[in-house]
């Protein structure tokens, strides 16, 4: 089994019904708007999928609803984020079985583990499963950082194929390339740094703003990889203050709001989580009223080589 890891991956909101359960609907509209606009994968079960609050078995149902509606249009990868390294690689098993065709996949979650335990904890995973893996480095929200020195301990591992890096710090990208060159494929996993990452080698954007805004999102990649890069930010620029709204610790519910209010998902998050209320919705509002005033049709358009 393979994935072409290029192109861009939804981390997709996790959609509930009013009963807090996953609502086929939603998730069918959403996916759909966003296969429309050309992306090349679909995450699910990630950060900004509300995992955190996801059983196992709801996970293992998320896989195969989402697989079952991509009907092999493009790869479903499951995010990996479990406390315990038997749960992880009992989920990355029950992922494959539900029709997940990669992982991606984080280091312990809760404890803080040193180099060693983390080393440890991702070949024991990569051993449980037959699937090709991404890794997922985000040390600013979980405190473990897997360095360029340890991406190249583990380059003898191939079934780590992918990178998503979102250290924050866009300097990375230069460095892992300069370290281990093409061994990996490297994706930006942070929206206000996703376009200066694909200048710089990235291949590939986990995105998170493009549940909501499919084709903007798309638009960015394809320019920037045919070195378009002034259309590219023009239509970057436009985004950015929605971007931001991916960096932050409420970016669920900023997410999820926009995209209730262009029609591709609702508002509802579960507890702890509580959707956005008073002075804080009002400005996300605005936020996104003011892009979708301005939204650049034609140069989106141009860029999907659609009809604007």
């Not at 989402?66 to 315990?84: E, N, Y």
């Not at 449980?128 to 591992?157: C, H, R």
């Not at 230069?174 to 740094?193: A, C, E, P, S």
């Not at 034609?298 to 604007?308: D, M």
């Amino acid at each position: 089994m393979s994935v072409n890891w290029e192109g861009v991956f939804p981390a997709v909101t996790t959609k509930f019904n009013d009963a807090l359960e996953i609502d086929a609907h939603w998730t069918e509209v959403n996916l759909e708007a966003q296969l429309a606009a050309g992306v090349a994968g679909i995450v699910v079960s990630g950060s900004l999928g509300e995992a955190s609050t996801l059983s196992m078995d709801e996970k293992a149902e998320l896989v195969e609803l989402t697989a079952k509606l991509v009907k092999g249009r493009v790869p479903v990868i499951c995010g990996i984020a479990q406390r315990t390294t038997a749960d992880a690689c009992t989920m990355s098993r029950m992922a494959e079985a539900a029709g997940a065709e990669g992982l991606m996949l984080l280091p312990p979650m809760l404890y803080t583990s040193d180099s060693r335990e983390t080393m440890t904890f991702l070949r024991t995973v990569a051993e449980a499963t037959d699937l090709p893996i991404m890794l997922y480095n985000n040390p600013v929200a979980y405190n473990v950082d897997v360095t360029p020195d340890m991406l190249l301990e583990l380059a003898d591992e191939p079934k780590f194929e992918a990178i998503k890096e979102s250290s924050d710090d866009v300097r990375r990208i230069t460095d892992i390339v300069n370290l281990v060159g093409d061994r990996y494929h490297i994706f930006t996993g942070v929206d206000n740094i996703a376009l200066e990452a694909l200048m710089l080698g990235g291949v590939g954007w986990i995105a998170g703003l493009v549940c909501a805004f499919p084709r903007e999102t798309v638009a960015i990649y394809n320019l920037a990889r045919q070195g378009r890069y002034a259309e590219a930010v023009e239509i970057y620029r436009w985004f950015m203050p929605l971007l931001h709204l991916d960096v932050s610790t409420k970016l669920v519910q900023n997410i999820k709001l926009a995209e209730a209010m262009v029609g591709l998902g609702t508002e509802t998050v579960r507890p702890p989580r509580l959707p956005l209320a008073g002075e804080e919705r009002s400005r996300v509002v605005a936020t996104i009223n003011k892009a979708l005033a301005n939204r650049p049709e034609e140069l989106v358009s141009e860029a999907l080589g659609q009809p604007c």
